[in-house]
């Protein structure tokens, strides 16, 4: 069993910037695509960015892309999401995830964290 572990939410203005934290407990055969997920009050959980810990390739979904960064410390299992331009419509939970795969984690990712709070205000 994995865990996942957020933090770094909080409450800025639009056009600020946040860091979000995902330490995982280990990583496994199960753990080698990690990511973030949000969700808005009466929304869909939506995917946000994703990255394999073995080479780093980075994916982003189109409403994040150029704003939003994903990395990784591997020394630390731990996965960053620096959110730059932030908008009132970025406001929602958001979740890190782990899968084996991307394709795994669009789909039904193995491993959920139990969020941390994103509020953008105008």
């Known amino acids: 069993q994995v865990e996942l572990v957020e933090s770094g939410g909080g409450s800025v203005q639009a056009g600020g910037s946040l860091r979000l934290s995902c330490a995982a407990s280990k990583y496994t055969s199960r753990t080698r695509c990690m990511g973030w997920f949000r969700q808005a009050p009466g929304k869909e959980r939506d995917w946000v960015a994703a990255?394999?810990?073995?080479?780093?390739?980075?994916y982003y979904a189109d409403s994040v892309k150029g704003r939003f960064t994903i990395s990784q410390d591997n020394a630390k299992n731990t996965v960053y999401l620096q959110m730059n331009s932030l908008k009132p419509e970025d406001t929602a939970m958001y979740y890190c995830?782990?899968?084996?795969?991307?394709?795994?984690?669009?789909?039904?990712?193995?491993?959920w964290g139990q969020g941390t709070q994103v509020t953008v205000s105008s």
């Open positions: 990255i394999y810990t073995a080479g780093g390739s980075t």
């Open positions: 995830a782990a899968a084996p795969t991307r394709a795994t984690m669009l789909s039904y990712a193995t491993y």
